[in-house]
């Protein structure tokens, strides 16, 4: 009776497993079904590891630093692109901002507060929040989110596309993101990023 449990113990390990995980990329931990190689992980959630720095490669192959990771949630935040403070422009803004592909299981989560810069006043006739009190002004205010531009914010939302933060030239030419904005918080407090959430293997 002990061998036949201690084998049952052994198989169920064997498939919970190491042999699936990825090996850690720098010190983040890459948890499946995240893959950043052919032989680990599943194929369809592909990072890549470059110089021990966890990236996500946007449709346009474009690559943003991976944040965190929460396994428990399939959630894991990257890093805005850099803002060119003289220009007011993304550094994605040649790929027209960031897009996922349409067959990837990831998508942008509705936790994320998009803020948009360097805006044509066509936006205005849009729903977003372009006020006064549109959390984008807070971070301009601080010379952080393009001074003296026009800019708006929204709430990602079931009603927007969920694998596209849109920008060009002739519209808004920057952005950033906000994860669980909070109105009372101040901007040192705020967790710049955006959230992408996966949908579990079949």
Known sequence: MVPLILSILLSLTSYASPLNACPKCGTTQVPYPLSTTPDCGNPNYKLSCNNHTLLFS???NFTYKV???SP???TLIIQPPIIDQSTCQSSDLG???FRIEDDSPFNISKSNTVMLFNCSENILLSPLNCSSISPCRLLAEQGIGCRNRLCCSYLKDSSMTSRQIRLRIGGCSAYT???DFKPRQTV???NFGIELQWLPPN
Do not use: K, M, Q
């Open 72 to 74: 428990n949630t399939n």
């Open 177 to 179: 993101c906000v994860v």
């Open 95 to 97: 790929l027209n901002g």
């Open 188 to 190: 040192d407090a705020w």
């Open 67 to 69: 944040l965190t990771i």
């Open 58 to 60: 946007s449709a346009g």
